[in-house]
């Protein structure tokens, strides 16, 4: 009997040690999303694309006469995917991440351009203001996708290259 008490005792600390240990498999899995995790931020980024698209193909040629529409479609395309990099690493982890001491002057300026963007249109109705902030905010976006993407702008230019070279294949070019 207490041959067995001691074995226990010796594999709990051994497996508590194994725990504590810097990257360990648990530490190395801890940071990989969820499946729900993973199923929204795609959710969440096809719905932002897809206002995103929305808001070029239908609403950017008539811009000098519907600024709102483009406005709002562009906003919340971009709103849709900050909330898909929210779910892919959570809620505290993304704003922690927004606000650090790096982040938090772009934080600003791409939440001031959205901002900006919807009251110049909304409020103002000014459509040089509008093209001005749109700018600014498509600038903000492009920045945050390449910064959030996995890889950085390597992975984006690794990722662009194979869905470029898979469609030319695809369509026989």
Request: hydrophobic share 55%.
């Amino acid at each position: 009997m207490l041959f067995w008490r001691v074995a226990f005792c010796s594999l709990v600390r051994v497996s508590k040690g194994v725990r504590d240990i810097p990257g360990s498999f648990q530490s190395a899995t801890s940071n990989i999303p969820s499946g729900k995790a993973l199923m929204y931020f795609g959710l969440f980024l096809a719905t932002g694309v897809f206002f995103v698209f929305i808001a070029f193909a239908l609403f950017l040629p008539v811009i000098v006469l519907m600024p709102q529409k483009f406005a709002i479609c562009f906003t919340l395309g971009c709103v849709f995917i900050i909330a898909s990099f929210v779910a892919l690493k959570g809620p505290k982890n993304q704003f922690a991440h927004m606000t650090s001491k790096e982040r938090l002057p772009f934080t600003l300026g791409f939440i001031g351009s959205m901002a900006g963007t919807i009251y110049v249109s909304m409020v103002l109705h000014s459509y040089i203001l509008s093209v001005l902030f749109s700018v600014i905010q498509v600038l903000a976006l492009a920045y945050y996708v390449i910064s959030y993407f996995p890889g950085g702008s390597a992975g984006m230019k690794f990722l662009s290259s194979s869905l470029i070279s898979s469609v030319t294949r695809c369509f026989g070019g």
